[in-house]
């Protein structure tokens, strides 16, 4: 039986249960609950089979995507306390490591929406609350090795922060575009 997520797990976490921020933590972490909201917003009232399904081309779906940004988040923020070696050499990675790595860009068999969801304001939280202890955002580490990282480049705290920004903008957008095809609905206007 497929269940609708209605608004209660699309709500962003009571501010008051939130660590405090200021400056520019408090900016970082502003910007990235507004593309959190944004992304969670394209899964109000679905069922757990609209959440995984395919309206174009890509293999994408809107779980899909939400299982990504979670695990994009989630590896962003190990590399930030622990660095590359909690990472994946991604120039090392066989096909069957790519087939893995696929699977969370799909709502797979016994996965909820609901579930789905509420790893993510798991992450989130666990992120928020690093962003407002780290002790040094100009903190570097080097990047994992893969295809698309300049080979001896390092990135700060900061960096890899507007990265997850940017990340979840971008896949927010997705998300729009996969809701506005899966049945009309848009995030904005």
């Known amino acids: 039986m497929s269940e609708t997520v209605t608004g209660n797990e699309l709500a962003t976490p009571d501010p008051a249960q939130k660590p405090a ?8 972490l502003e910007a990235l609950a507004k593309h959190r909201h944004f992304l969670r917003f394209t899964t109000r009232d679905l069922t757990d089979e609209q959440a995984g399904r395919r309206t174009t081309v890509s293999q994408l779906c ?3 995507l939400i ?14 306390l622990d ?17 893995r790595r696929a699977d969370q860009f ?33 903190a570097t580490q080097a990047l994992p090795k893969a295809p698309w990282s300049e080979p001896g480049a390092r990135w700060s ?4 922060l507007m990265h997850i920004i940017t990340e979840t903008a971008q896949h927010a957008g997705h998300a729009d ?3 506005e095809s899966l049945d009309g609905a848009k995030t904005m206007g």
């Open 83 to 99: 660095g590359a070696s909690v990472m994946p050499d991604f120039t090392a990675m066989t096909e069957a490591d790519w087939d």
């Open 62 to 64: 809107l779980g899909g």
């Open 21 to 28: 921020a200021t400056g520019e933590r408090a900016d970082l």
């Open 157 to 160: 705290a900061r960096r890899v």
């Open 177 to 179: 575009i996969i809701r």
């Open 106 to 138: 799909r709502m797979l068999p016994g996965e909820t929406l609901t579930g789905v969801l509420a790893d993510y304001a798991e992450v989130a939280r666990r992120t928020d609350e690093l962003v407002v202890s780290l002790p040094d955002l100009d």
């Open 67 to 80: 299982k990504h940004v979670t695990a994009v988040e989630r590896s962003w923020v190990r590399f930030i």
